[in-house]
């Protein structure tokens, strides 16, 4: 009972901002237990059911529809920095607008995306864009428009999650994506026990979840905690569109990268190695992907905080959660050594013999994460106080040297996933070591120039 007593005692001591984070961080732990818990269950699941040549065309198809979520021309992320810095100077009915213009305008130009997207689609062949055997034709084009409509539709609906995060409440945040997982998992099941089952049934179910849970979470948090700021056509004024996307204009381009280096993995692999490759490319990410779930929480709490701090001049509190996360982060690397080792027992209780992983494959994913942890530590704070241009400059150069490196250790040198994994740790290598240099400068007052921007 003391022991507990002493736990909760720290957990509430200290600045009113680290104590707001850490109970974000430890509700958010819980939630994302839960969620890996349903991700475990849902891999072995689909496998069984699909097949490891159908569950990797749907987990390519899944990652390039995905895409278009960058596409949003940096207005998520360009609302929850608004919408923070609106927060901490008092600045309520400025939020409203920056709410009321993000989600016309997104939901404009994610309209005009799935319009284009049905004019082009009809000469787009994916069972050879995806290299599925031809009896998947029909259904996959189907599959596609429907996903597609669904994934615009629910990362529209998902601002809210940028409010909430703004608001620094990571761990309400969380809960959207294992409540979605949840619903679908629930409803992949009876469909198992009332009908046969096929790609384009999971496909929709799957698409389908987020939609509604994140309509429920807008109705929800718009009639209660952020009823007075709740959307409205009235306060729509695109004179601020600028306000939000000078900013996140910068986050697109930065996002574009990041799919070309993380989501655009299993296109590449598909194209080189098939579609089979695929599976245990995903097998081995979502395993060592599981601690950089549980290390973005803190970061994804920090975010907003650090603008807040940022804005209030409080370097302190900064370099202090700077020194415990890179403390953390020696523990990481323990941690995805650990996992390496005990690898083939975890996967063969997972999965039993139904794919096989590679070991170099294993140890590829895993050198990756460590180096990525690493500089997500120092990219988070960047992003928060908005100087981006530098990181902007740097991801571009990361995304143009990732794609022939990537294809020519996967393809060339005959590694397969595990050199597309490589590429990506190689091409990531120079933000690694600049973003350090970034946020020693920020704290310190001395950027300048391009650090500044």
Same mark, same amino acid.
């Given at each position: 009972?003391?022991?507990?007593?002493?736990?909760?005692?720290?957990?509430?001591?200290?600045?009113?901002?680290?104590?707001? %984070?850490?109970?974000?961080?430890?509700?958010?732990?819980?939630?994302?237990?839960?969620?890996?818990?349903? @991700?475990?269950?849902?891999?072995?699941?689909?496998?069984?059911?699909?097949?490891?040549?159908?569950?990797?065309?749907?987990?390519?198809?899944?990652?390039?529809?995905?895409?278009?979520?960058?596409?949003?021309?940096?207005?998520?992320? +360009?609302?929850?920095?608004?919408?923070?810095?609106?927060?901490?100077?008092?600045?309520?009915?400025?939020?409203?607008?920056?709410?009321?213009?993000?989600?016309?305008?997104?939901?404009?130009?994610?309209?005009? =995306?799935?319009?284009?997207?049905?004019?082009?689609?009809?000469?787009?062949?994916?069972?050879?864009?995806?290299?599925?055997?031809?009896?998947?034709?029909?259904?996959?084009?189907?599959?596609?428009?429907?996903?597609?409509?669904?994934?615009?539709?629910?990362?529209?609906?998902?601002?809210?999650? %940028?409010?909430?995060? %703004?608001?620094?409440?990571?761990?309400?945040?969380?809960?959207?994506?294992?409540?979605?997982?949840?619903?679908?998992?629930?409803?992949?099941?009876?469909?198992?026990?009332?009908?046969?089952?096929?790609?384009?049934?999971?496909?929709?179910?799957?698409?389908?979840?987020?939609?509604?849970?994140?309509?429920?979470?807008?109705?929800? =948090?718009?009639?209660?905690?952020?009823?007075?700021?709740?959307?409205?056509?009235?306060?729509?004024?695109?004179?601020?569109?600028?306000?939000?996307?000078?900013?996140?204009?910068?986050?697109?381009?930065?996002?574009?990268?990041?799919?070309?280096?993380?989501?655009?993995?299993?296109?590449?692999?598909?194209?080189?190695?098939?579609?089979?490759?695929?599976?245990?490319?995903?097998?081995?990410?979502?395993? =060592?992907?599981?601690?950089?779930?549980?290390?973005?929480?803190?970061?994804?709490?920090?975010?907003?905080?650090?603008?807040?701090?940022?804005?209030?001049?409080?370097?302190?509190?900064?370099?202090?959660?700077?020194?415990?996360?890179?403390?953390?982060?020696? %523990?990481?690397?323990?941690?995805?050594?650990?996992?390496?080792?005990?690898?083939?027992?975890?996967?063969?209780?997972?999965?039993?013999?139904?794919?096989?992983?590679?070991?170099?494959?294993?140890?590829?994913?895993?050198?990756?994460?460590?180096?990525?942890?690493?500089?997500?530590?120092?990219?988070?704070?960047?992003?928060?106080?908005?100087?981006?241009?530098?990181?902007?400059?740097?991801?571009?150069?990361?995304?143009?040297?990732?794609?022939?490196?990537?294809? =020519?250790?996967?393809?060339?040198?005959?590694?397969?996933?595990?050199?597309?994994?490589?590429?990506?740790?190689?091409?990531?290598?120079? +933000?690694?070591?600049?973003?350090?240099?970034?946020?020693?400068?920020?704290?310190?007052?001395?950027?300048? @120039?391009?650090?500044?921007?």
């Amino acid at each position: 009972m003391k022991a507990i007593s002493q736990f909760f005692t720290k957990i509430n001591s200290g600045h009113s901002r680290s104590v707001k %984070a850490r109970k974000n961080i430890l509700a958010s732990f819980f939630i994302k237990g839960i969620s890996i818990i349903i @991700g475990l269950v849902f891999v072995p699941l689909l496998i069984g059911y699909l097949g490891d040549v159908e569950y990797g065309i749907w987990i390519t198809l899944s990652s390039i529809l995905a895409w278009v979520i960058y596409f949003d021309i940096g207005l998520g992320n +360009g609302l929850r920095n608004r919408f923070a810095e609106s927060l901490a100077k008092g600045e309520h009915e400025m939020a409203r607008i920056y709410v009321s213009t993000a989600y016309v305008s997104l939901a404009l130009l994610f309209g005009s =995306f799935f319009l284009v997207f049905l004019a082009i689609n009809p000469f787009l062949s994916w069972y050879e864009i995806l290299k599925a055997p031809a009896y998947l034709a029909s259904d996959l084009n189907q599959l596609v428009i429907i996903t597609f409509g669904f994934f615009l539709l629910s990362f529209t609906l998902k601002l809210i999650s %940028a409010i909430i995060l %703004a608001d620094q409440r990571t761990a309400i945040s969380n809960m959207f994506d294992p409540l979605s997982n949840l619903l679908a998992l629930i409803i992949i099941l009876a469909l198992f026990k009332i009908t046969d089952t096929s790609l384009l049934k999971l496909g929709i179910v799957i698409s389908l979840a987020p939609v509604i849970v994140y309509l429920l979470g807008n109705f929800y =948090f718009f009639s209660k905690d952020y009823k007075q700021y709740r959307p409205s056509l009235k306060l729509v004024n695109f004179k601020y569109f600028k306000d939000l996307t000078g900013l996140g204009a910068k986050f697109f381009v930065i996002q574009i990268t990041v799919v070309i280096m993380l989501s655009a993995n299993t296109f590449i692999i598909t194209r080189v190695n098939g579609p089979e490759a695929v599976t245990p490319y995903n097998i081995a990410y979502k395993y =060592f992907g599981m601690l950089l779930m549980l290390f973005t929480i803190v970061t994804n709490t920090l975010w907003s905080a650090y603008t807040e701090a940022y804005v209030k001049k409080d370097f302190a509190w900064i370099r202090k959660i700077t020194r415990t996360l890179v403390k953390a982060w020696v %523990a990481v690397l323990f941690t995805l050594a650990f996992l390496l080792m005990i690898s083939p027992y975890f996967y063969h209780f997972w999965i039993r013999d139904k794919v096989e992983i590679p070991f170099m494959l294993s140890a590829s994913v895993a050198l990756f994460f460590g180096l990525y942890i690493w500089y997500i530590i120092f990219i988070y704070f960047i992003n928060g106080t908005g100087k981006i241009t530098l990181q902007l400059y740097i991801c571009v150069i990361m995304a143009v040297l990732y794609v022939p490196i990537a294809v =020519f250790l996967a393809g060339n040198m005959g590694l397969g996933p595990a050199g597309v994994m490589l590429g990506s740790t190689i091409a990531y290598l120079p +933000g690694a070591i600049i973003a350090p240099i970034q946020y020693k400068k920020i704290i310190s007052g001395t950027d300048r @120039g391009i650090w500044s921007r």
